[in-house]
């Protein structure tokens, strides 16, 4: 039988005791490597944190899987819990003394997620989620934005793409997909739309953008089904959905 309240107590104390790494590392010299290619950086800390939040899950639950960025990234979702890792979303940010770096973590069960938690222990935001329970930052209830109209709309983006700004209020590229998710959460964006990700940057995001009454779309606007697939759209209403997919459509 699943507990979610149990996962969900024990996630945010490793998580919150990880974020201290991840302090530490944010204001200490780096050992920095590439992998995929020259702009796919990875710190010691990205490896320190990933390990010590998947050895602490596991000495509570060894019989749960992990997706993970640096250790587990070719796992699958499975129908058995799965934690969803990444533990430093926005790595380059982290390299660069930028303060938008947190980590992400999520716990899928019967490929449903039901625990999010992002945390930035910079600049102390915790954003967390429990299936049916709303979303929290640092403990206080968030919701979305009732924006409709494209004018009114703050775009967050994690992509190279060019769309044209004249018709939303503007747009915001911070560099980490699970943190614009959670201001998009907490109604500081509007919309978000994400392709060429992995699940582990937007798993956490989009249980705590629902739980803010927001909405989670793919990348085509349909319903978004497959947690291993990070192409989505997120935003606050379905209106604001809709507009943003006919402008997309004249312009990428």
């Known amino acids: 039988m ?51 939040i998947i050895d602490n899950i596991l000495k509570l639950y060894p019989n749960h899987k992990f997706v993970a960025e640096e250790s587990a990234a070719n796992n699958i979702i499975t ?3 799965t934690w969803i890792l990444d533990p430093i979303d926005g790595t380059t940010n982290f390299i660069q003394g930028f303060p938008f ?20 222990p910079i ?23 009732s924006t409709e109209d494209l004018e009114d709309a703050m775009f967050g983006n994690e992509l190279y793409f060019k769309i044209n700004i004249r018709n939303l209020r503007g747009s915001r590229h911070l560099g980490s997909a699970a943190i614009s998710l959670c201001y998009l959460a907490m109604g500081a964006l509007d919309i978000c ?24 779309l793919d990348s085509t606007g349909d319903e978004y089904k497959d947690i291993m697939n990070p192409d989505i759209l997120a935003a606050c209403t379905g209106k604001l959905a809709e507009n943003f997919l006919k402008l997309k459509s004249d312009n990428f």
């Open 123 to 145: 600049i102390n935001q915790l954003f967390t989620a429990q299936k049916g329970e709303g979303a929290y930052l640092n403990n206080e209830k968030i919701q979305v934005s």
């Open 193 to 216: 739309y994400f392709k060429k990700l992995k699940c582990w940057d937007v798993a956490a995001g989009i249980l705590i953008i629902q739980e803010a009454r927001g909405i989670v």
């Open 101 to 120: 770096c947190c980590i992400s973590l999520a716990l899928a069960v019967k490929n449903e997620i039901i625990i999010g938690i992002v945390y930035n």
């Open 2 to 52: 699943v507990d979610m309240h149990q996962y969900y107590s024990h996630a945010l104390k490793i998580v919150l005791e990880a974020g201290e790494l991840l302090l530490k590392g944010f204001k200490s010299p780096k050992e920095i490597s590439t992998k995929k290619n020259n702009k796919d950086f990875v710190t010691q800390y990205d490896k320190l944190i990933e390990k010590t």
């Open 79 to 81: 129908e058995e819990p």
